[in-house]
């Protein structure tokens, strides 16, 4: 399959998808049997994983999608990373961030800074898919459906230039 200048290969078939989906939402579903979560996913790539996992979870929660943004700060501070969108309380609230992959991590270690920031009562992630960069940072990451090196992939959510989102299956660019 072709996408612009790059070739996908299947990856991870929908069904192996579905399978680990269904496992991070059963295992949740253990860890917060007497609480009432609120998950955050983060947009855009992870608004399907989002879909399929909170369908099958059994507890109360809430939802609310949030978006890192980046804007340009001054000179001397570069890029700085904020979340928008962000319309509920958090403060004492157990708080589950939902994204699609972590490659580098550096991201939500901005997003899980300003979070905590905001006295949450406590603060997991769940990511579909962790590369290995990320592994290498240890950033501490409580439910993960795959482990992969560091192919770049898409489908399921994830794009490559804004195409490919809607994939059902796991690409990943061949040379
Ligand atoms: P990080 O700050 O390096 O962890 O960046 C994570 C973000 O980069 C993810 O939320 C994705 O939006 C994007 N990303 C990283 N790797 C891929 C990939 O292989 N395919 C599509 N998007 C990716």
């Given at each position: 399959?072709?996408?612009?200048?790059?070739?996908?290969?299947?990856?991870?078939?929908?069904?192996?998808?579905?399978?680990?989906?269904?496992?991070l939402a059963?295992?949740i579903?253990?860890?917060y049997?007497?609480k009432s979560p609120v998950f955050l996913p983060i947009?855009?790539?992870s608004f399907?994983f989002a879909a399929?996992l909170i369908k099958q979870i059994?507890v109360p929660c809430r939802v609310s999608f949030v978006?890192?943004?980046?804007?340009?700060?001054?000179?001397?501070?570069?890029?700085?990373?904020?979340?928008?969108?962000?319309?509920e309380?958090l403060?004492?609230q157990d708080i589950i961030i939902v994204e699609?992959?972590?490659?580098?991590?550096?991201?939500?270690?901005?997003?899980?800074?300003?979070?905590?920031?905001?006295?949450?009562?406590?603060l997991e992630l769940v990511?579909?898919?962790?590369?290995?960069?990320?592994?290498?940072?240890?950033?501490?990451?409580?439910y993960?459906?795959?482990?992969?090196?560091?192919?770049?992939?898409?489908?399921?959510?994830?794009?490559?230039?804004?195409?490919?989102?809607?994939?059902?299956?796991?690409?990943?660019?061949?040379?």
């Amino acid at each position: 399959m072709q996408i612009k200048d790059l070739k996908f290969k299947e990856f991870i078939n929908k069904v192996k998808v579905q399978q680990q989906v269904s496992a991070l939402a059963k295992q949740i579903n253990i860890d917060y049997k007497d609480k009432s979560p609120v998950f955050l996913p983060i947009l855009n790539g992870s608004f399907i994983f989002a879909a399929d996992l909170i369908k099958q979870i059994e507890v109360p929660c809430r939802v609310s999608f949030v978006k890192v943004s980046s804007y340009a700060g001054t000179a001397s501070s570069g890029q700085l990373k904020i979340l928008i969108g962000l319309e509920e309380s958090l403060f004492n609230q157990d708080i589950i961030i939902v994204e699609d992959i972590i490659d580098t991590g550096l991201t939500l270690q901005k997003v899980v800074q300003e979070l905590k920031d905001l006295g949450t009562k406590s603060l997991e992630l769940v990511t579909l898919l962790r590369k290995q960069p990320a592994r290498e940072k240890m950033f501490d990451v409580k439910y993960i459906g795959f482990e992969i090196e560091n192919e770049f992939v898409l489908g399921y959510g994830l794009d490559y230039d804004g195409y490919g989102r809607n994939l059902e299956d796991i690409y990943q660019s061949v040379i």
